[in-house]
């Protein structure tokens, strides 16, 4: 293993990127390359996939994600200036050097697109102080916390950010450089590694993998266009296939003998792409999980199959003014089938989001398919068709 990227969209980066998550793996390992990382835009639902493909093939997977960091706090809701464009975040990659680090990835993209969401889903500096564990970063690409103050002349906001980083991960980030053949990579090509050298930070070198191969560019241009006012396109000479919105047809998984001939100047920074692939010691069971429904303080169960069961009860005194021994046997048999079968617990969280849906005002159907069979659905509204009445059966 002599290099290694690190920086890679799939599809998954939606309307941005243009690989499929097994093809950008196969050309990987077409090359040799014995590792490889995912790192779509804000999201991690391309994660599993590729993790299971990269397996598959024989291929180490690097779990991560491009997160959007706001400048200032992860609530703000307003525009603020910052490099030459108005934006009020920068990027930040983030990659899971084990369970831990997965577990805070996951807690990460969830808050921003729970709780930062404005344009994009953001989080901010001090969550990452909070979920830095078992993670490593690096500075992204020209929208990064280091790049973006650099290109507009803020080098104290570019050395500010490197030093809140380098004191949040310490020698697990590093300052990632790039080369598209842009005017701005040639500059912070000039200013980042003098940067890094004088904060005692490692760089990194990277390709911002939006495709496979160099000769996609012109198809992922095509993409890119799919949500813009094509308007402008009639009264100019602009040709979506060859007037490229990203500029240059670079963006693609390069061989590992293009990235060392492309960073011959950086070394170091090739030896930290395997250095940081190295560092990762992920596993992600692959038996499905059901998540664990916390029981409320003031009941007395003390399992979920009990808590199911109390709901259930409460429920039926409800719906039914006299309970009869049809009810009682039905209850009990449902019961006692979904609690073999280990399904209280799914039960107790879909009655949980309808219950909350309706709280919001939010229509929910009165039930179809097998669950308007089921008592119990009754019992918690799940479902508002009583299977006694029209004489349906649990067992579908």
Do not use: W
């Amino acid at each position: 293993m002599s290099f290694v990227h690190l920086h890679n969209h799939t599809f998954y980066s939606l309307l941005d990127a243009a690989a499929a998550p097994e093809k950008l793996i196969l050309a990987a390992k077409e090359d040799g390359q014995s590792a490889l990382a995912i790192t779509d835009h804000g999201v991690m639902f391309g994660c599993f996939e590729f993790y299971k493909k990269a397996k598959k093939h024989g291929v180490k997977p690097i779990i991560g994600c491009e997160v959007y960091i706001a400048v200032k706090k992860h609530t703000d809701r307003e525009k603020v200036a910052d490099a030459s464009k108005k934006r009020n975040y920068y990027h930040l990659v983030l990659l899971a050097k084990n369970e831990t680090g997965y577990k805070n990835l996951i807690k990460l993209t969830s808050i921003g697109h729970t709780a930062g969401f404005y344009y994009k889903p953001r989080i901010d500096f001090d969550l990452l102080k909070q979920y830095h564990e078992g993670l490593i970063a690096t500075s992204a690409c020209l929208a990064g916390p280091i790049n973006a103050p650099m290109l507009a002349g803020d080098m104290d906001t570019a050395r500010h950010n490197a030093l809140v980083l380098k004191e949040i991960f310490g020698d697990d980030f590093y300052i990632e450089l790039q080369d598209h053949g842009l005017p701005e990579d040639k500059h912070v090509l000039e200013y980042a590694p003098q940067l890094a050298k004088e904060l005692g930070i490692k760089i990194v070198v990277t390709n911002d993998a939006h495709y496979i191969t160099k000769e996609h560019a012109a198809a992922h241009n095509v993409m890119l266009h799919i949500n813009k006012d094509a308007s402008f396109a009639k009264e100019t000479n602009f040709d979506v296939r060859r007037d490229l919105r990203y500029r240059v047809p670079e963006m693609y998984l390069k061989t590992q003998e293009q990235m060392k001939k492309l960073f011959k100047d950086f070394a170091e920074g090739i030896e930290s792409t395997v250095e940081i692939a190295e560092k990762i010691d992920l596993k992600i069971p692959d038996q499905l999980q059901m998540p664990q429904f916390p029981i409320p303080e003031e009941s007395d169960a003390t399992t979920l199959e009990d808590y199911l069961e109390e709901l259930t009860m409460q429920g039926l005194e409800e719906r039914y003014a006299v309970m009869t021994s049809e009810i009682l046997d039905r209850i009990s048999f449902e019961l006692a089938v979904i609690k073999k079968m280990g399904y209280a617990g799914y039960f107790l969280i879909v009655q949980d989001f309808i219950r909350a849906a309706r709280d919001m005002g939010v229509r929910v159907g009165p039930g179809r398919g097998s669950a308007a069979g089921s008592l119990v659905a009754y019992a918690l509204r799940i479902t508002d068709i009583d299977p006694l009445k029209y004489d349906l059966l649990f067992e579908r």
